[in-house]
Antibody
Framework: EVQLLESGGGLVQPGGSLRLSCGASGFTFGSYAMSWVRQAPGKGLEWVSSIRANGGDTQYADAVKGRFSISRDNSETTLFLQMNSLRPDDTAVYYCATTREYCSGASCFVPWFFDFWGRGALVTVSS | ETVLTQSPATLSLSPGESATLSCRASQSVNSYLIWYQQKPGQAPRLLIS???NRATGIPARFSGSGSGTDFSLTISSLEPEDSAVYYC?????????FGGGTKVEIK
C-alpha cells in the first residue's frame, strides 16, 4: 500500500524558514517523480514544485521560485521542501504527491499528474 | 500560464441524477487534462487522467471527455458519496495549473 507522510509543518513568523519532509513507503520511490501541491484554507489546489525520480530536474511555481527548494533522498525514500523567506500567503496545507516515470533505456517519460497523495502538513505563516 | 476555468462553481443534484462538470483551458492542452475528487478533510484523489482514462479503482459512472480547450467530467447516476469538490489540472505546459473547482452537492 502506498503511504506518504508529510511532517515538519507548523507556525512560523513571516520571513522565517521551515523544512517539510515526506516519508514514502509501499512503492519504488526511485521510479517516481515527486511534487508538492498546496491548498490555502478554504481555497483550491496550487502546484508548488516537482522533482524527477533521479533528482536531476526540478520545477517551481513563480510564486515560490528563489525561496523554496525541493530535494529528495532516494536511499531514505524521503522528499523535502525547504521553505525560506516565508510570507503569510504561503499559509496552506502542503501535500506531497507521486507521478510514476516510464522509462525505456535511458529515456524516461513523466506524465505530470498525481496518482497518490499524502494527507498533508499545515504551514501557518503569521506573527 | 494556462488558466483553467471550471463551471459551474456549485452543482446541487439528487441521487441517481447525472452531473456534467466543465473545465475550459485558456490555450490548448491537447488531451493532457486530469480530474481529481476531494472530500472535506481529505487529500485529492485521482479520477481521470489525460481527458478520459479512469484511474485504478474509479467506478465506471465517472467518465471524462474533451480535447484542446474544452473538457467535461460526467458522473452518471450520482451517489451520496460523490459529494465533493472536483478539480481539473493540466499537464500540457509548465507551470502545472489547477482549475478553481466545482462543488457537487447531493440533495
Amino acid at each position: 500500500e502506498v503511504q506518504l507522510l508529510e511532517s515538519g509543518g507548523g507556525l512560523v513568523q513571516p520571513g522565517g524558514s521551515l523544512r517539510l519532509s515526506c516519508g514514502a513507503s509501499g512503492f519504488t520511490f526511485g521510479s517516481y517523480a515527486m511534487s508538492w501541491v498546496r491548498q490555502a484554507p478554504g481555497k483550491g489546489l496550487e502546484w508548488v514544485s516537482s522533482i524527477r525520480a533521479n533528482g536531476g530536474d526540478t520545477q517551481y511555481a513563480d510564486a515560490v521560485k528563489g525561496r523554496f527548494s525541493i530535494s529528495r533522498d532516494n536511499s531514505e525514500t524521503t522528499l523535502f521542501l525547504q521553505m525560506n523567506s516565508l510570507r503569510p500567503d504561503d499559509t496552506a496545507v502542503y501535500y506531497c504527491a507521486t507521478t510514476r516515470e516510464y522509462c525505456s533505456g535511458a529515456s524516461c517519460f513523466v506524465p505530470w499528474f498525481f496518482d497518490f497523495w499524502g494527507r498533508g502538513a499545515l504551514v501557518t505563516v503569521s506573527s | 500560464e494556462t488558466v483553467l476555468t471550471q463551471s459551474p462553481a456549485t452543482l446541487s443534484l439528487s441521487p441517481g441524477e447525472s452531473a456534467t462538470l466543465s473545465c475550459r483551458a485558456s490555450q490548448s492542452v491537447n488531451s493532457y487534462l486530469i480530474w481529481y475528487q476531494q472530500k472535506p478533510g481529505q487529500a485529492p484523489r485521482l479520477l481521470i487522467s489525460d481527458a478520459s482514462n479512469r484511474a485504478t479503482g474509479i467506478p465506471a459512472r465517472f467518465s471524462g471527455s474533451g480535447s484542446g480547450t474544452d473538457f467535461s467530467l460526467t458522473i452518471s447516476s450520482l451517489e451520496p458519496e460523490d459529494s465533493a469538490v472536483y478539480y481539473c489540472q493540466q499537464r500540457g505546459s509548465w507551470p502545472l495549473t489547477f482549475g478553481g473547482g466545482t462543488k457537487v452537492e447531493i440533495k
